[in-house]
């Protein structure tokens, strides 16, 4: 069975620039959280969504949004980048939402700021 | 406030050694769950267990094993007889009760197993 997916591996961008990252879910999961990874920190959570609706957001500027498919899988969009938002970008997907449920994560996109 | 806290930044082993990594937690909830996930140099997180706020036995699975306190709010994990391919950094984290599985991360331990 295929697991999470995240596209694209790498990506370096310019500061202002606008990104996009996208993610497919291990098929039957209705959940997808994405987490930013800062070098040498655990992961922040961003959002998550369930069903195509937003089920949680962390404690992220307005230029970070999410939307999720019908098809569950996700987009991340970030606006106006700053060169901290350098860091791994974590797609994870579960069967549901709520908390106790297992997560299982993808490789993540590696995004550089210049 | 809910946090993790690993204090151990890097911890070094010769293979074969036994090794404990160590997690703390903060959480007003009754209601929680704790994970531990292992990040390999690939970057991939990989599930290794959840432990739910009512469930104080400890598990092992194979080379690995849990310890769960309530009492200290601590969540270890043991390794026994390390091998290389436990080299990786090991997150503990935290999900309070409730319709979001927002997972809380500790900031990692580095483990290397040296040859």
């Known amino acids: 069975d295929a697991g999470v997916t995240q596209s694209p591996t790498h990506l370096i961008k310019t500061r202002g620039q606008h990104v996009t990252l996208r993610c497919s879910p291990i098929?039957?999961?209705?959940?997808v959280s994405w987490y930013q990874q800062v070098l040498g920190q655990g992961p922040q959570f961003i959002f998550q969504?369930?069903?195509?609706?937003?089920?949680g957001r962390g404690n992220f500027p307005d230029r970070f949004s999410a939307r999720q498919f019908p098809n569950y899988s996700s987009e991340l969009n970030v606006n106006a980048l700053l060169l901290g938002d350098s860091a791994l970008y974590l797609c994870?997907?579960?069967?549901?939402?709520?908390?106790?449920?297992?997560?299982?994560f993808g490789p993540g996109t590696r995004l550089t700021v210049l | 406030a809910q946090k993790v806290t690993q204090a151990q930044t890097e911890i070094s082993v010769v293979e074969k050694e036994d090794v404990t990594l160590d997690c703390v937690y903060e959480t007003r909830d009754t209601t929680y769950y704790l994970f531990w996930y292992k990040q390999p140099p690939s970057g991939e997180l990989v599930f290794l267990i959840r432990?739910?706020?009512?469930?104080?036995q400890n598990e092992i699975s194979g080379r690995y094993s849990w310890n769960f306190q309530k009492s200290t709010s601590s969540f270890n994990f043991t390794i026994t007889a390390s091998q290389v391919v436990d080299s990786a950094v090991y997150f503990c984290?935290?999900?309070?009760?409730?319709?979001?599985?927002?997972?809380?991360f500790g900031t990692g331990t580095l483990l290397a197993v040296q040859p």
């Open positions: 432990r739910n706020s009512f469930d104080e």
């Open positions: 969504y369930y069903e195509k609706e937003e089920r």
């Open positions: 098929s039957g999961h209705k959940s």
């Open positions: 984290a935290l999900s309070e009760f409730g319709a979001t599985n927002k997972l809380i």
């Open positions: 994870a997907s579960g069967l549901a939402g709520i908390s106790y449920n297992e997560q299982f």
